[in-house]
């Protein structure tokens, strides 16, 4: 065949393998919705290959389009609302050291602990994660369902709208906080308790609905029909996890202690929750030490700081999800942002500045880890692997959930001068191993790309890329 530039080869033949060109990449490509032929006289054989291209073939653009809007509201809400839970808690164990300050209702005073002592519930927090693994039952475990049922250059869209939910969540906490503040004493119940009672009400409540409603995997869910269910797995990479695998693997696990990617990956985890949880923890008691107002107004100048991150999460995973731009410059670019605002921070020019700066210091630090995960899922391989290092890097990346509000001591106050300077050293070094990173696992980040474009320019002439991806960064580096 002839290779010519056009985007799109066609032939009359709707049956016969084309070609397609994708910035200096060739793909094969074929008809939807006609069967391919195992042999020539159209005969069977149980080939995987020839089954996988029989399935990715059964459905035409629109239906895949149908298909993929139906599993996204099957899926996304409801990991959604999971996410929702999990940044009320952390946002509310923030608000809630604030919450009736200065009067016999309020946390510090109620529990006799200094605010130093508080700042060590991030420890007792987080500790436990880091140890045994155990959050990966939380949110590792959406991240790998999504790896179930998206292609990683899927993921980011997905994750933007999640991630959505969770700065909602911000803005949802700081109106509970402000409103719970202002019922305290009800009942002989303070305002930071009536918080915590509502929240797990209502965790229980989401739980009896995530067991009975969230899918598990396409292999087994009854609302796809079996064509669909065929195709979904198709259409994921090899690398991918699928539920049809052994239940666990050793073998996995050391290949992916072995893979030097899992340990860059959560050296940026580390390193950037190292620098912004800090600041996020003492967000409340930062803007409330600015003296803008009173205590329970300084609860609702978190919302701007939530609403912001909502932009810059919808703008940055659609851009992501177009395929023309590498997804890990915008981790890249989100730490030199950071640097940026921590810098106006440590200098402290006004109170209005630091609020600006802590603004969208803090906006542009919870839209980077959507970014992130795409990227990491590119690099991840098979039902064990994924999942232990999805797991690996996100337990053991929390590490800064413990270590950075322990800079902010009450010593530093109202300022907080120090702190934000080492935050400002600490999200640097995570800029540089993004880079590194990057530098790393080019190949297999370039390809995804390609890849994607070329599905995109496929699905216009109702035709279905053939290829996929495969991961070769460690051979092409030399291990």
């Not at 060739?26 to 032929?37: C, E, G, K, N």
């Not at 409340?284 to 991150?309: E, K, R, V, W, Y």
């Not at 700066?357 to 990227?375: K, Q, R």
């Not at 690996?392 to 950075?404: E, K, L, P, R």
């Amino acid at each position: 065949m002839s290779q010519n530039k056009d985007p799109v080869a066609t032939t009359s033949t709707s049956t016969e393998v084309l070609e397609h060109f994708s910035r200096g990449k060739t793909f094969h490509v074929a008809r939807r919705a006609d069967a391919l032929s195992d042999t020539p006289d159209g005969s069977s054989i149980a080939d995987p290959d020839t089954e996988r291209k029989k399935a990715l073939t059964a459905l035409t653009a629109e239906e895949e389009k149908k298909l993929i809007r139906r599993i996204d509201w099957r899926l996304i809400p409801l990991l959604a609302l999971l996410y929702v839970m999990k940044k009320l808690d952390e946002s509310n164990v923030s608000n809630a050291r604030i919450m009736n300050k200065g009067t016999p209702r309020a946390i510090l005073t109620q529990l006799n602990i200094s605010s130093d002592e508080y700042g060590m519930i991030t420890v007792l927090y987080t500790v436990p994660y880091i140890l045994a693994e155990t959050e990966a039952g939380m949110f590792p475990g959406i991240i790998l369902q999504l790896t179930y049922w998206y292609r990683p250059d899927e993921m980011a869209t997905r994750l933007g709208w999640i991630y959505v939910c969770g700065s909602i969540a911000g803005i949802i906490g700081g109106v509970f906080a402000y409103a719970f503040n202002g019922v305290s004493g009800r009942l002989g119940v303070s305002g930071w308790q009536w918080l915590f009672i509502f929240e797990g009400a209502t965790t229980i409540v989401l739980s009896a609905l995530i067991l009975f409603r969230l899918p598990d995997f396409p292999s087994t869910t009854s609302w796809l029909s079996e064509r669909e269910k065929a195709f979904i797995q198709a259409r994921l990479p090899p690398n991918a996890p699928r539920g049809a695998e052994e239940n666990f693997s050793w073998g996995e696990i050391v290949t992916s202690l072995k893979d030097k990617r899992l340990w860059l990956f959560t050296l940026s985890w580390a390193l950037q929750t190292c620098g912004g949880s800090g600041v996020k923890f003492y967000q409340s008691t930062i803007i409330a030490n600015l003296g803008f107002s009173d205590i329970a107004t300084a609860q609702l100048l978190n919302i701007p700081m939530s609403a912001l991150a909502i932009i810059i999460i919808v703008t940055c995973t659609w851009l992501a999800g177009k395929g023309s731009i590498p997804i890990p410059l915008f981790p890249v670019a989100f730490t030199v942002i950071i640097v940026a605002c921590y810098g106006v921070m440590t200098a402290y020019p006004s109170d209005v500045g630091v609020y600006i700066a802590m603004m969208i210091g803090n906006a542009v630090s919870t839209a980077w880890f959507p970014l992130m995960w795409p990227w990491r899922a590119q690099t991840t391989s098979r039902a064990t692997g994924s999942a232990f290092a999805i797991g690996f890097v996100n337990s053991y990346g929390q590490v800064g959930d413990a270590i950075g509000p322990q800079m902010f001591l009450d010593k530093y106050e109202p300022r907080y001068q120090l702190p934000f300077g080492f935050s400002m050293g600490l999200i640097a070094l995570c800029g540089l191993n993004c880079a590194y990173t990057w530098w790393v696992t080019r190949h297999t980040e370039r390809d995804t790309r390609k890849h994607k474009l070329a599905r995109l320019e496929a699905k216009k002439h109702n035709n279905v890329v053939l290829d996929d991806v495969s991961d070769h960064d460690l051979e092409r580096a030399g291990r």
